[in-house]
Each structure stands twice: as structure tokens, then as C-alpha cells.
């Protein structure tokens, strides 16, 4: 993979216990400050942070991810597979993610690519090669790489060797196989078909339009 695909956080040995532990604890940190909404939270209802769905998607794929830097590729993918039992997201192992990983929902997630810090990835979304890739399998060096700060919409599809740059948000329903500028928003054209009403039954009129769209598409 070449330098320009690297996440842009600082170098981190992802394979040592100590950078996992750091990783963890910005990965905690990034959840309370969104939770809370910035406001102060005791220590108490801060810890209580780590039984969240989001902590646990986080916990699984950094733990994942050192067992597969240090070769362990059949006991990372097996989990990875816990991951996706109890979380609902499907991680490659050997993702490298960047500091602060936020998935809220992590709900029928896969996502097999680099990215940098304070990512975000809500339901649904789907980021990987254009091809499938097993979980025991060595990453792909055409995954697609996301930046600092990037947001991935729902039901989003980000597929094949693509960059999206720094603080750029790819918007819900959008499927992208192209680069994405830094600092962008992508979003998904929106169609509205309009049917008159004047002298016609609205249930005639209902179904009118749903053929409409049907012929169209």
C-alpha cells in the first residue's frame, strides 16, 4: 500500500498491548464526548460507556486487529465472528483504524478498509473491495482508505480502491465507487414524482403514482 493510503494519525504499532489500551481509551473518550454532548459526566456514568454496543464494536475489532498483526488470523476472524453475533458489524481484522472509532448502531456493518481518526459509521453501511474478502484472508491492499474525521451515512456503499479525504461525509444512501475531495459532502439525488389530484379518487391517484416510479425505475 503506498504512503498516500496511510491513516494520517501518528505511526502506532497497532500489534503492542500498551497502543491498544490507548486506542481503547480514545475510542471511550470519543463515545462519552458524543454522548454527553460535551457537557461533564461522572466517573460513575462514564464507566457505564463501556457496556454500549458502540464500546463493544470497538473493543472487539481492536483486539481483533492485534491478533491479526501478530499473525493470528484464524483467532482474529473468530473475533471478528463474536462481533458480528453480539454487535451486529463485521469488521475485517486487519482494518487499521485510527483513534476515536464511533459506531453508534454498529447494525449490519462491513467494513473492510483504513481509516484515519474519529470515524464514524452509522447502520447499514458497507465499506470494502469490489470483490469479498474473508475474514482469515490477508487485507487487500485495494481496500478503500477514509480520512480524519470522516462520516459514512446509512445505508451507505463505499467499494473499491477509493480515498475519501479528510472530514468528508459520504450522506445516506449514497454509493460511491469514486474519490471523495476532503472536507466534501456527498449526497444522493432525490426524485419526486407529483400526480394531480383534481377530480380523481386518492386511492387511484396512490396507485398511479407507484406505477409511475415502478416504469420509471
Do not use: K, N, Y
Not at 85 to 109: D, Q
Not at 162 to 168: L, P, Q, R
Amino acid at each position: 500500500m503506498s504512503d498516500d493510503r496511510t491513516p494520517s494519525e501518528p505511526v502506532l504499532d497497532h500489534a503492542r498491548p500498551a497502543v491498544l489500551r490507548r486506542l481503547l481509551a480514545a475510542d471511550l473518550e470519543r463515545i462519552v464526548r458524543q454522548i454527553s454532548g460535551g457537557r461533564p459526566m461522572s466517573r460513575s456514568r462514564a464507566a457505564m460507556m463501556v457496556l454500549l454496543p458502540a464500546m463493544q464494536c470497538a473493543v472487539f475489532h481492536r483486539v481483533a486487529h492485534l491478533l491479526h498483526l501478530r499473525g493470528w488470523r484464524r483467532t482474529a476472524a473468530a473475533v471478528a465472528g463474536l462481533s458480528v453475533r453480539l454487535t451486529g458489524a463485521s469488521f475485517h481484522p486487519g482494518s487499521r483504524i485510527g483513534p476515536g472509532l464511533f459506531v453508534p448502531h454498529p447494525a449490519r456493518i462491513a467494513f473492510c478498509g483504513t481509516a484515519g481518526r474519529d470515524l464514524v459509521i452509522l447502520p447499514a453501511v458497507v465499506v470494502a473491495p469490489d470483490r469479498p474478502v474473508l475474514a482469515a484472508a490477508p487485507f487487500p491492499p485495494d481496500a478503500p482508505h477514509l480520512g480524519d474525521g470522516v462520516v459514512v451515512g446509512a445505508h451507505a456503499l463505499v467499494m473499491g480502491a477509493v480515498t475519501i479525504g479528510d472530514a468528508a461525509m459520504v450522506g445516506v444512501g449514497v454509493a460511491t465507487l469514486r474519490d471523495i475531495p476532503a472536507g466534501t459532502v456527498s449526497m444522493q439525488r432525490l426524485r419526486q414524482t407529483s400526480v394531480s389530484t383534481l377530480g380523481r379518487d386518492p386511492g387511484i391517484v396512490q396507485d398511479s403514482a407507484i406505477a409511475q416510479d415502478r416504469s420509471a425505475a
